[in-house]
């Protein structure tokens, strides 16, 4: 076989030739409609795309541009995602000669950090090419509406199934006896992120050092103008913003090969001097869950926030870490705080800050 290939930037002619790659690697469909959403139509800039093109594309690398709150000030970051390398052409160094550019493009447009979120087989490969650093595991939290149905997500054994049961079962019963008090909010429906998303952000931003800038023009984009479907619910109290829940479900296969659907906690933000508002989210989200046969409800949370607390007192558990935040610094000017940025205690991430539903 001929290896010869060429390192290109994307162009639209290409995109035929990604979504089969896309298509290929992953097992899942996305079509035009899809691409042009997530890499052209972002608020914060084109993403930065890099292929490998042998006839047909056989490796991908994008970043994604982000604008985050970066301490005190808002800087331009990239979310590596989409890296993929057709099976016949790995370890060839697609991977690391298709990164390396894609920094140095990202870097003459302004991104001053790369993030992503990988799982833990991606991290070894992103850490030993790309000088990555792994900032933290991201734990998962897990709240069983369905216990049978949701321990086929991890095992086929039906015994297993049954003893895991009646754990879930106990678990539920005794935080059951834990009650919240939700008078003086109420909740109403998203249709459309306006000025008072700008407000919000504005008036708690402070309580984050690191994280995705959550203004209206974003959260559009993200929530509304997707070609998913989400859950979109804020809650006020009398007539103030307090807070907003995004939430969608995601079709899995079991472990003995039946669909179940999970319920994704993808964005949560609130006040946190109003943790009974962060409770009637929690809990209009679990309606949800139910209306739609969800087995169970995920929240990515670090550990640090408030929110953990919030989850917890719901009925969530910690379950898993499946994937990890890891970043790298591509501008000389942010080098000196390298060990501030890449501090976990600074960070604050949602899976909504990912691609991944």
Known sequence: MNHKWENVPNEETYNHG?????????????????????????????????????EEVIGHVCLMKYKIKLFNKVTLAGQAVDTMVNPNYRRMGIFEELSKESFERGSSEGLELVFRFPNHMALSASMSKLNTRKICDIPQYLKILNSYKATSLFTANKIIRIAGTLGFGAFRILKSFRKSKYDGYSVKEI??????????????????????????KYLNWRYIESPGKYFRRAIYQENQLIGFIIA??????SKDGS???LCHIVD???????KNALGLMLNETEIFAKEQEACAISCWMLKHWFYQNGLKRVGYFQFRAPSALAGVI????????????LNENNWYITIGDSDYV
């Open 18 to 54: 990604i979504i089969n790659l896309f298509n290929g690697v992953f097992k899942k469909n996305i079509d035009e409609k899809y691409l042009n959403w997530k890499n052209l139509d972002n608020p914060s800039g084109e993403s930065v795309i890099q292929l490998a093109v042998q």
């Open 191 to 216: 249709a459309f992120f306006g000025t008072e998303y700008d407000d919000l952000w504005d008036e708690i931003k402070n309580d984050y050092k690191i994280a995705v800038e959550r203004k209206a």
């Open 248 to 253: 969608s479900i995601e079709e899995k296969k």
């Open 259 to 261: 669909l179940v659907r």
């Open 268 to 274: 949560v933000l609130c006040k946190s001097n109003h």
């Open 330 to 341: 591509i501008s000389d000017s942010l080098k000196s705080d390298e060990e501030e940025i």
